[in-house]
């Protein structure tokens, strides 16, 4: 059934059919994942199919659908409707789904209504400036979806304190390469013994973390160079971060290596083991912590495992 439906959807892609794909999009109730301990952050553009069909079976604890710079003008109608069919076939992910709309003022508003029916659990809105602005995308959301801000214009990074408007405005990306140049600041600065750098990293993480936000570092662009992308998680690492911003499976990969800590790992999983047999004792074997985000039984059997191996 389930196979069938995806390839109603790749063809109606390929036929570059916007009616018969939006027909395909049908809103339904997802489980919010609330989890706020993730470490590694993957982008995925929503104009590849075959990437999209992959969520599960990444290692990644928090995938970015995104609609914004790596997807063309004329592919962003399609898309936005291929985000919205995704996040209705993951009805409940133990990965957190959050949607990187386009500017605000480049379709970013119509984006977050339409999407508001298919349920992210956040949306991301990039080139923010001021409070005003993330008011009025606050006003837009769903009341269960947070909202994430990518920090990348000058404007942003001056209001820095005012962006959190509300609780639910939970998580900042640093978007170093716009940040920069929005600033006039050359691109070689951005090295690990550069003072500049060195501050914008630090600041960023210190006003994050006194407003309760999560502070997610940027993109390390050059993805195959994996030795300098080590070096600076493991900078960013003895700075405070947890996070990081991925654009391929192997720098997840090494993010989860070097982020992971093995007291919060075993911490965490005799918690998942736990609250998994107590609801399965009253018949449940799938539901939403609010730290721990979906937990079924894989979840639990890899907990399980972990707790087994670290023994």
Not at 48 to 65: E, G, R, T, V, W
Not at 163 to 180: A, E, N, Q, S
Not at 257 to 274: C, G, H, S, W, Y
Request: net charge negative; with cysteine.
């Amino acid at each position: 059934m389930i196979n069938n439906y995806l390839q109603d959807v790749e063809n109606a892609f390929e036929n570059r059919d916007l009616s018969a794909l939006n027909a395909l999009a049908v809103p339904s109730f997802r489980i919010i994942n609330k989890s706020k301990g993730f470490s590694s952050v993957l982008m995925l553009s929503c104009n590849n199919i075959k990437h999209l069909s992959k969520i599960n079976s990444l290692d990644a604890d928090c995938i970015i659908l995104n609609l914004e710079d790596a997807v063309s003008k004329q592919d962003k109608p399609f898309a936005l409707v291929l985000c919205a069919i995704f996040l209705s076939l993951n009805k409940q992910s133990s990965k957190k789904l959050v949607v990187r709309v386009n500017a605000l003022d480049e379709g970013g508003y119509e984006e977050i209504v339409y999407l508001n029916q298919f349920m992210p659990d956040a949306i991301r809105v990039p080139k923010i400036k001021t409070q005003e602005e993330v008011k009025q995308v606050f006003a837009l959301i769903n009341d269960e979806c947070e909202l994430h801000l990518s920090i990348e214009t000058k404007e942003a990074w001056y209001n820095l304190s005012q962006l959190k408007v509300h609780k639910r405005v939970t998580t900042f990306y640093l978007g170093v390469l716009d940040l920069f140049a929005d600033m006039g600041l050359n691109h070689s600065l951005i090295n690990k013994n550069n003072p500049t750098m060195l501050y914008i990293l630090s600041h960023f993480l210190i006003s994050c973390r006194s407003m309760d936000v999560k502070a997610v570092s940027f993109v390390y662009q050059k993805f195959k160079n994996l030795e300098i992308f080590s070096e600076w998680i493991s900078l960013e690492k003895s700075m405070g971060y947890d996070c990081k911003a991925c654009i391929s499976p192997k720098q997840v990969e090494l993010v989860n290596k070097i982020f992971e800590n093995q007291e919060d790992l075993i911490t965490r999983a005799k918690t998942i083991v736990k609250l998994f047999e107590m609801h399965e004792s009253q018949g449940i074997t799938g539901f939403v912590d609010d730290e721990y985000g979906f937990i079924d039984e894989p979840v639990y059997k890899g907990a399980l495992v972990l707790l087994e191996t670290k023994s």
